[in-house]
């Protein structure tokens, strides 16, 4: 058993995760970690519930490894993708922050703020997305159950409003315990969480088949098919297929 282990969430029909999945596992044990999939909820039935919130369950894993990656189940990692434990100091927080030109997060993170009872910092140059975190033992307490938990409007990259169907969770809420408990983060820039929304801008910051990881965020996923094409030269990695399982913990179902 390894004192690592990449994580992903896929709770429910999620049709995409048949391409991603092998290629996060691949991943894993390029770099020697364990690799885990919840599939299972265990949100408290007394709380609001919704998947995005069983991510939550990373504490629980922390009591048996050193130091976590979370990946999102729409993400694609390219083939030559860096180690990223080695990147990221245990220390601090791994993550992609969405900042100016790019994104405005000011009014979403000054709403979390209020309903968290969190001082707003006064900018929002530190809003990370969620999708992609280098968890270490000291980030612990930033997965604890929360007493209280809601969503907010899910924004565009500009900040205006998106579709009312469109809700966050678990991303105001991490961005608002980070500064409570006053996590240090490590940005480790686009290239390792590279939004499918950047991809259709005019300045993005570089093409998305330059990065180290891409994430098919919001409805359309047909970009990480594309991008497995890219990366991989064929609509699925057959060598990822068959690639080993890992250690199984009672709380989750490894794919």
Not at 35 to 47: A, D, E, G, L
Not at 88 to 107: A, I, K, M, W
Not at 123 to 145: E, K
Not at 151 to 172: C, E, I, K, V
Request: proline share 8%.
């Amino acid at each position: 058993m390894s004192r690592q282990a990449v994580i992903t969430l896929c709770i429910g029909e999620l049709s995409y995760s048949s391409i991603t999945i092998p290629v996060i596992r691949d991943y894993s044990c390029k770099i020697g970690a364990d690799f885990y999939s919840i599939t299972q909820s265990s949100v408290p039935q007394n709380k609001p519930h919704h998947p995005k919130l069983d991510k939550f369950q990373i504490h629980e894993f922390l009591d048996h490894y050193d130091r976590i990656l979370f990946l999102d189940s729409d993400m694609v990692i390219h083939p030559h993708c860096p180690n990223l434990f080695e990147l990221v100091d245990p220390d601090h927080l791994g993550v992609v922050c969405e900042t100016s030109p790019y994104f405005n997060r000011d009014q979403v993170f000054q709403e979390a703020c209020q309903y968290y009872g969190i001082p707003y910092p006064g900018h929002a140059n530190h809003w990370f997305n969620s999708g992609m975190m280098v968890i270490s033992q000291a980030h612990r307490p930033l997965f604890a159950w929360p007493e209280k938990v809601t969503s907010f409007a899910a924004r565009n990259l500009d900040g205006s409003l998106a579709p009312p169907r469109f809700r966050w969770w678990d991303m105001p809420l991490l961005n608002c315990e980070r500064l409570r408990l006053n996590i240090e983060i490590q940005d480790l820039g686009y290239r390792y969480n590279y939004l499918q929304s950047l991809s259709g801008l005019d300045n993005k910051p570089f093409s998305p088949k330059n990065s180290f990881i891409f994430h098919g965020c919001g409805e359309d996923k047909s970009m990480l098919y594309r991008m497995i094409e890219t990366w991989y030269g064929r609509a699925f990695p057959d060598h990822a297929i068959n690639t080993p399982k890992r250690l199984i913990a009672p709380c989750i179902q490894a794919f």
